[in-house]
């Protein structure tokens, strides 16, 4: 690519869309630019920033136009780290788009700016749609060719020994009318054992030195950690083992959970435990000191592992990520799993992939996980195409059963009832086999046979992302 000239300088102010009635948010828009000129003064000699394209907690990212040598201008997105990051955190995910970025529809580096604690990655500028704004409109070749995509973005950084960690239709940017793709954000990847990535090994070993403070984002911010760790209390899980010799009467008469043998002994002096087979937790569990394991990442999105807060976390993580995102484009539903915190994700996940099948996958990965009632395993066809309105519910008349009383397939009240296929629909009713333009009609096994080895729950067993990508499903592409 040809490199920006920089003899061009851009006014700090009047270089957004200038209409006379500004809103409040082109106004605020406006404010946070200007901010970003005076911040980073040398952007101003290269680009004009056009607008805010993206806002998280850990970084802004805008719009920016350049001129170039041969006098042409170009779309770059601007990426603005907030200030706090971390030095090494920063490195580390500038060092993951230099090295993997670039190809394989991972978004690579232009330039980098900085100034103090400023720092201002720049990317070429790919246009995208919002996943929400299209999901309904995808056609099933759509979908097999994005997720045929997204697994090859995974198969290339995990060759490099890189873990995104935050893998979602957000940080995969889609064209549909171009067909293109790009995995961005890195800003919570992490390395394995064996990572060619330098500074996500150097990473590894200031986590270390910061363990208590360890989770969420916290490598990313300096002043998160009293936010998250608060969080990561409330959803500790229970170890194998540790429900065995317990004899605290809890207010239902249940044995209680405790952690680790140390613990025990001062919740023995002192309090009972009272939440276990109750949905809260009590404040005896509450005040557990966490467990240590990197649960960065977006709840809908986590594993059951990362869920757990199991230590050991692979490339698995990120396969387990694209299944949800098939889930979400088979099924036509996003967000499919909308969790506010771990336990409430983790429940959401044995209502789809069974209770029983749950809480086995995670004695496999040493963690006991417990559920008040049995969810059975659900057929992946049936709650899409039921999902997707091409199935009628069980019984349109009777709403979901949640008494908790029924633990049959019926009694969830959840699992759609399949219908013969050559049942003919009555005169004037839709026939929920009706034919379908997109192929929603023609889904093959493949596909669904494919989303149950990426939402396998066991990481161990778990399809990795260069397997996927020789599965039938993706025959012919
Ligand atoms: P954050 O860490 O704040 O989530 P991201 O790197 O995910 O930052 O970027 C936030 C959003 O900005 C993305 O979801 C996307 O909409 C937009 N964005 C990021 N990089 C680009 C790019 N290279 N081209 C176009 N848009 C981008
Ligand atoms: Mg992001
Ligand atoms: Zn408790």
């Not at 300088?9 to 009635?21: A, E």
């Not at 759509?142 to 950084?157: D, F, G, M, T």
């Not at 709403?399 to 029924?406: F, N, R």
Request: glycine letters at 6%.
């Amino acid at each position: 690519m040809e490199s920006p000239v920089c003899t061009e300088t851009f006014p700090i102010d009047g270089c957004v869309k200038s209409t006379s009635k500004k809103s409040k948010t082109s106004r605020s828009v406006e404010s946070d630019i200007e901010s970003l000129y005076k911040a980073v003064p040398q952007l101003a000699k290269t680009f004009r920033i056009i607008d805010k394209i993206g806002e998280g907690t850990f970084s802004s990212v805008y719009l920016g136009e350049a001129r170039m040598r041969d006098g042409s201008r170009d779309m770059f997105a601007l990426k603005h780290l907030i200030p706090i990051s971390h030095p090494t955190r920063i490195a580390a995910e500038l060092q993951c788009l230099t090295v993997v970025g670039g190809r394989e529809n991972v978004m690579g580096v232009e330039y980098c700016f900085r100034k103090e604690d400023h720092v201002v990655i720049v990317m070429p500028y790919m246009e995208h749609q919002a996943i929400v704004d299209v999901i309904g409109l995808l056609s099933f070749e759509e979908v097999r060719l994005y997720i045929y995509h997204l697994l090859k973005a995974l198969r290339h950084i995990h060759q490099f020994g890189v873990i995104h960690r935050d893998i979602k239709p957000n940080n995969f940017l889609y064209n549909r009318k171009a067909k293109t793709f790009a995995l961005v954000d890195f800003g919570l990847a992490q390395g394995t054992a064996d990572t060619q990535i330098k500074l996500l090994k150097d990473l590894l070993g200031i986590r270390k030195a910061q363990r208590p403070v360890f989770s969420e984002r916290n490598l990313n911010s300096c002043t998160s950690a009293a936010s998250t760790t608060k969080q990561a209390n409330k959803t500790e899980s229970v170890r194998p083992g540790d429900l065995s010799n317990r004899r605290f009467p809890s207010a239902r008469g249940g044995p209680a959970s405790v952690r680790t043998q140390k613990h025990q002994r001062t919740a023995q002096q002192t309090f009972t435990c009272s939440c276990f087979q109750t949905d809260r937790v009590c404040n005896v569990c509450l005040a557990r000191k966490q467990q240590v394991a990197p649960r960065a990442g977006t709840p809908g999105f986590r594993a059951p592992e990362v869920l757990t807060k199991c230590p050991n976390q692979g490339t698995a993580i990120d396969v387990w990520s694209a299944g949800v995102i098939l889930l979400s484009l088979l099924s036509g539903r996003y967000p499919f799993f909308k969790a506010s915190d771990d336990m409430i994700a983790l429940a959401q996940i044995m209502t789809i992939r069974g209770s029983r099948e749950t809480g086995r996958a995670a004695k496999a990965f040493g963690k006991a996980v417990l559920c008040s009632r049995e969810l059975p395993r659900l057929d992946l066809r049936e709650l899409c195409e039921t999902l997707r309105g091409r199935r009628p519910l069980p019984d349109d008349e009777v709403p979901p059963v949640t008494d908790g009383k029924d633990t049959g397939k019926d009694g969830t009240g959840k699992t759609p009832a399949p219908l013969p296929k050559d049942q003919d629909p009555t005169p004037g009713e839709k026939p929920w086999c009706w034919h379908d333009e997109q192929g929603w009609d023609r889904v093959p096994d493949e596909a669904y046979d494919l989303l149950d080895r990426l939402l396998d729950l066991n990481p161990n067993s778990r399809i990795t992302a260069a397997l996927a990508l020789q599965h039938p499903l993706f025959k012919g592409l």
